[in-house]
C-alpha cells in the first residue's frame, strides 16, 4: 500500500491538472474571502471546490484507466481493493491540501469574523467542511473507479454534484420534525422581542407562508413549525436521508452556522440601543443548542459516510472487470 | 525441464462465449515463447489472466512455481512484468519520470537503474522528451523498459510490434533477443506476424478459437518447415536407391512421392532413375513458412 501512496503522490505532484485545481481553489477562496468581506455572506464557495474536485479526480482517477496504468500496478501484484483504497487516501490527501489552503485564505482576509465566533463552534464548523469535503472526493473517486473512463466520470460527477445540490434547494431547513423555530438572522432583526422572544406580530406574519406552513407558541416558550410538506412520510424521509447524505448538507448548515454567528458584513455596523449586530446575537447564538447539536451529530455521520460510500463504491468495483 | 508459467485446463467464458477453453500451456524458463494465433484466438485473454487482470472462469496456472489461488501469488507477480495491448504510460511525463513512477509502484528502492535501461531501450536522446509526443515505436520500447524495472524473470509481451514501421519491428526483435540473452529474462510473445515470431521464438504455442491447438518447440517447428523438393516418381523405391547411391537426406511420403532436403543434381538423378526404370513425373521446390505451417495446423483443425 505504501508504495501505491508513493507512487500516487508523485503522479500528482507531476500532475499539471492538480496544480491548476490549487491555483484555482486558492483564487476562488481569495474571491470568497473578499466577498465576504466586502459585501455580504456568500456561500456559493463549497459548489465551485466540489466542481474542482469533481474535475480533479475523475479526471486523475479516469486517466489511469484510460491510459491503462492501472494494469501495471495489478501486474506489479497489487490487488484491485489496494488500489482502489489507496485512490481513495490520495484523494483525501490532496482534499486535505485544499480545504487548508481554502480556510488559510478565509481566514487571513476575514479576521474578524473568526475572532467573534466562538472558538469551539469554530472548529466543529471547520470540521465538518472537511469531513464533507472527503465525503464528495470519496463519491467522486468511487464513481471514476467504477466508471473506468475519464470522459464519462467527469461528467457523471458533475451532474451528480448538480443534482445533490438542486436537491437540497427545496429542503425546509434541518429536516427535525417537528421543529422548533430558530433564531435566526432576519427574524432577530425584524421581530425579536427584548426577551428574546418573538413578537405576536412577528408570529402574524410568519403565519402567512404560501406553503400552509403554521408556526404556533408553546406554553414553555418555544415555536413548533408545522409544515404540511413534512406530512408526506416519503418527503419528510427523502429529506431526512439527503440532510444526511448530501455532503452539499453539511457545508449549508455550517454556512447556516456562520451565518448565525456572523451574519452580513452590512449588519455588522448596525447599531441597537448601542449594542452592535454582533451583541445583539450573541445570546442567541450562544443559546443555539438545537442547531450546534445537529453539527455534533453530522461530525458523528462523516466517518460513517465516508466508510459507507467507499465500502460500496469498493463492492461494485470488485464486480466490474477491467477493460 | 523447469517451467516459469504452466497452465492446467485455463478458461475464460464471458457470459455465452468461451474465450479460453481447457488451455495446458507451458513456458520452459530461459526461453522466447511465441503464442500465434489469429486475432480473436485468446492470445490477450492469455495474458490478461496470467498477469491477473482477468480472473479465469475454470482451471488454474502456475506462475514461477505459485498456483494462482495460493496467497503468495502477488509476491510471484512481483518478479513477472508485461506490456499488455498498448504500453501504459503517464502522456504527460517524460521517460524518466514514467519509469520512476513504476519504480515507485514495485517499491524499488533505488532510481540508479533508469539511466541504464532507458539506455538498453535506446532512448537516451529522448529522455526529457513527454511521452505524449513519442512515436508509436517509441512508446513501445519505453513500455518494454517499464516491464523491465525491477528485473523482472519473466516478460509477458502483448502484440509488441503491432503498428510498427520497419525499423522500429527490428529494434523490438533486438531488444527482446538482448533481454534474454543478456539478462536471461523468459519472454512470451504474443503475435500474428508469424515471420518476425519465427526470428527470434524458440518454442510456439498455437492459439485458436481460445483453444491450444499446439505447443511446440522451434527446432520441431524447423524441421517441419525445411527447405525441401518435393519429388513424384512412377516408384519411390527406384527414388530411394538413387538417393541413397547420391547420399542425399529424404523422407519417403507415399508410393510415388518423397521429400529431399538437399539440393541434387538434376542430371544425376534423371540418369540414376532411368537406370532403375523410374518415371520422374515432376519436381517441385517446397519452402513451407511457419505461416504455411500454421495455416495447414488451423485448416486442419477446422476441418476435423
Known amino acids: 500500500m505504501s508504495n501505491l501512496l508513493h507512487a500516487g503522490l508523485h503522479r500528482y505532484l507531476k500532475s499539471k491538472l492538480f496544480w491548476l485545481a490549487v491555483a484555482v481553489t486558492a483564487i476562488s477562496s481569495y474571491l470568497w474571502g473578499y466577498w465576504c468581506r466586502e459585501a455580504y455572506f456568500e456561500d456559493m464557495i463549497y459548489f465551485v471546490q466540489f466542481m474542482i474536485f469533481a474535475v480533479l479526480f475523475s479526471l486523475e482517477v479516469g486517466r489511469e484507466f484510460d491510459e491503462g496504468v492501472f494494469r501495471n500496478k495489478i501486474v506489479g501484484g497489487h490487488s484491485k481493493s489496494r488500489i482502489y483504497i489507496s485512490e481513495m487516501i490520495l ?34 464548523v471547520y470540521i465538518n467542511s472537511l469531513t464533507a469535503n472527503i465525503i464528495c472526493s470519496v463519491m467522486i473517486v468511487a464513481i471514476s473507479c467504477i466508471l473506468q473512463r475519464r470522459i464519462i466520470a467527469v461528467t457523471v460527477c458533475s451532474l451528480l454534484l448538480c443534482l445533490c445540490l438542486y436537491s437540497l434547494s427545496g429542503s425546509v ?27 405576536d406580530a412577528a408570529i402574524e406574519d410568519l403565519h402567512s407562508f404560501d406553503d400552509g406552513t403554521v408556526i404556533k407558541k408553546l406554553e414553555n416558550g418555544n415555536y413548533l413549525v408545522e409544515s404540511p410538506l413534512y406530512r408526506n412520510k416519503l418527503y419528510t424521509a427523502f429529506e431526512y436521508c439527503n440532510g444526511y447524505l448530501n455532503p452539499f448538507s453539511n457545508m449549508v448548515m455550517n454556512c447556516d452556522m456562520l451565518y448565525t454567528c456572523f451574519g452580513d458584513s452590512i449588519l455588522s455596523e448596525y447599531q441597537q440601543d448601542g449594542n452592535t449586530y454582533y451583541e445583539t446575537l450573541k445570546p442567541y447564538y450562544e443559546s443555539d443548542a438545537m442547531k450546534e447539536n445537529l453539527l455534533n ?4 455521520a462523516a466517518p460513517f459516510l465516508i466508510v459507507a460510500y467507499s465500502g460500496i463504491g469498493l463492492a461494485v468495483y470488485k464486480r466490474r472487470n477491467f477493460r | 525441464m523447469e517451467y516459469i508459467l504452466t497452465t492446467n485446463s485455463l478458461g475464460k467464458k464471458y457470459r455465452h462465449f468461451h474465450a479460453l477453453d481447457n488451455i495446458s500451456l507451458h513456458v520452459p524458463k530461459g526461453s522466447i515463447y511465441g503464442l500465434v494465433g489469429k486475432n480473436g484466438a485468446g492470445k490477450t485473454t492469455l495474458i490478461r489472466v496470467v498477469c491477473g487482470l482477468q480472473e479465469p472462469s475454470t482451471g488454474e496456472y502456475c506462475l514461477c512455481s505459485v ?25 504527460d511525463m517524460n521517460a524518466y519520470d514514467n519509469l520512476k513512477q513504476q519504480c515507485l509502484i514495485l517499491g524499488v528502492p533505488s532510481f540508479d537503474e533508469i539511466p541504464q535501461i532507458i539506455k538498453f531501450v535506446g532512448l537516451e536522446g529522448a529522455k526529457k522528451k513527454t511521452v505524449r509526443n513519442y512515436s508509436l515505436g517509441m512508446k513501445q520500447r519505453l513500455g518494454i523498459a517499464i516491464a523491465m524495472i525491477g528485473n523482472p524473470d519473466f516478460i509477458l ?24 540473452r543478456e539478462r536471461q529474462v523468459t519472454v512470451l510473445v504474443s503475435s500474428h506476424i508469424l515471420d518476425e515470431l519465427s526470428k527470434i521464438a524458440t518454442h ?36 530411394a536407391l538413387v538417393l541413397d547411391e547420391m547420399k542425399i ?32 513425373i515432376s519436381y517441385q521446390q517446397k519452402n513451407e513458412s511457419l505461416e504455411n ?12
Request: glycine share 6%.
Open chain 1, 91 to 124: 484523494a483525501a490527501e490532496a482534499t486535505c491540501l485544499m480545504f487548508f489552503i481554502s480556510s488559510v485564505v478565509f481566514a487571513v482576509l476575514n479576521p474578524h469574523v473568526i475572532s467573534i465566533i466562538p472558538a469551539e463552534i469554530i472548529i466543529k
Open chain 1, 173 to 199: 431547513y434541518w429536516l427535525t420534525e417537528p421543529r422548533f423555530y430558530e433564531v435566526d438572522a432576519e427574524s432577530v432583526y425584524d421581530n425579536l422581542g427584548e426577551n428574546g422572544t418573538l413578537s
Open chain 2, 293 to 304: 505451417y500454421f495455416i495447414n495446423l488451423i485448416g486442419g483443425v477446422q476441418n476435423e
Open chain 1, 297 to 300: 451529530k453530522r461530525l458523528l
Open chain 2, 204 to 239: 510456439y504455442g498455437f492459439l485458436n478459437g481460445g483453444h491450444l491447438v499446439k505447443e511446440t518447440s522451434a527446432e520441431e517447428i524447423n524441421l517441419a518447415c525445411r527447405k525441401c523438393a518435393v519429388v513424384t516418381v512412377s516408384d519411390v523405391k527406384g527414388l
Open chain 2, 67 to 91: 498456483k494462482n489461488t495460493d496467497a503468495g501469488i502477488s509476491k510471484a507477480r512481483r518478479r513477472v512484468s508485461a506490456l499488455v495491448e498498448t504500453p501504459a504510460l503517464y502522456l
Open chain 2, 249 to 280: 537426406e529424404y523422407e519417403v511420403v507415399s508410393d510415388t512421392e518423397a521429400k529431399i532436403y538437399e539440393e541434387p543434381n538434376i542430371t544425376t538423378l534423371v540418369t540414376g532413375l532411368l537406370k532403375h526404370n523410374c518415371e520422374l
Open chain 2, 157 to 180: 509481451l502483448d502484440e509488441p510490434i503491432n503498428g510498427l514501421d520497419p525499423q522500429g519491428i527490428i529494434e523490438v526483435r533486438e531488444l527482446i533477443l538482448k533481454l534474454n
